[in-house]
């Protein structure tokens, strides 16, 4: 069965920095664009970033550029999310999901959660 | 990069269809093919329900349907069950390589 497990939220000053993690199993990590998906208490989802095989290709949502960076690591599994400089409006449940142009598997998401 | 537009909520009987529309632009609905929509229970992660504008994952019940015309995508579901009580977000493939999530609708099963 395929799992994604999302790691390292949790309570950030504003104009902090924090690192959230997707660990990946039981799927051909390596074979597939991967992306973080967020969503902030009681509200929609938001896309935030997503991230070639191979890493060479990364796209952010205009809100989170010049302060996000999503990266991988493939001999781990793993996806990340290197997030500064971040505000209030960055609160949310952040998802690592699958895919491209569409999102096939989930992960149960990680609270990110910015105030003082 | 605006969000789609959908709206905030819809309702129907067991049995009955019902249909959730989603407008976006020529910049992301209407320029490309890859609409995909998807369940979300509350607490729950979302679940990919349709992807490629009218295909449905392994495991996904034939009752949801999608098509789209213009700028404009809908999701139908038909024979309407209480387990489909949730919200649904449409999702679409934009320009710069990005993509763009509807504001959500919430389904009620009356």
């Known amino acids: 069965e395929v799992q994604l497990v999302e790691s390292g939220g949790g309570l950030v000053q504003p104009g902090g920095s924090l690192r959230v993690s997707c660990a990946v199993s039981?799927?051909?990590?390596?074979?597939?664009?991967m992306s973080w998906v967020r969503q902030a208490p009681g509200k929609g989802l938001e896309w935030v970033a997503k991230i070639k095989e191979d890493g060479t290709e990364k796209y952010y949502v205009d809100s989170v550029k010049g302060r996000f960076t999503i990266s991988r690591d493939n001999a781990k599994n793993s996806l990340y999310l290197q997030m500064n400089s971040l505000r209030a409006e960055d609160t949310a449940v952040y998802y690592c999901a699958t895919g491209q142009y569409s999102h096939g598997y989930w992960g149960q998401g990680t609270l990110v959660t910015v105030s003082s | 990069q605006s969000a789609l537009t959908q709206p905030a909520s819809v309702s129907g009987s067991p049995g009955q269809s019902i249909t959730i529309s989603c407008t976006g632009t020529n910049s992301d609905i209407g320029g490309y093919y890859f609409v995909s929509w998807y369940q979300q229970h509350p607490g729950k992660a979302p679940k990919l329900m349709i992807y490629e504008g009218n295909k449905r994952p392994s495991g996904v019940s034939n009752r949801f349907s999608a098509s789209k015309s213009g700028n404009t995508a809908s999701l139908t579901i038909s024979g309407l069950q209480a387990e489909d009580e949730a919200d649904y977000y449409c999702c679409s493939f934009a320009s710069s390589n990005t993509l763009v999530f509807g504001g959500g609708t919430k389904l009620t099963v009356l």
């Open positions: 039981e799927f051909t990590f390596s074979s597939h664009w």
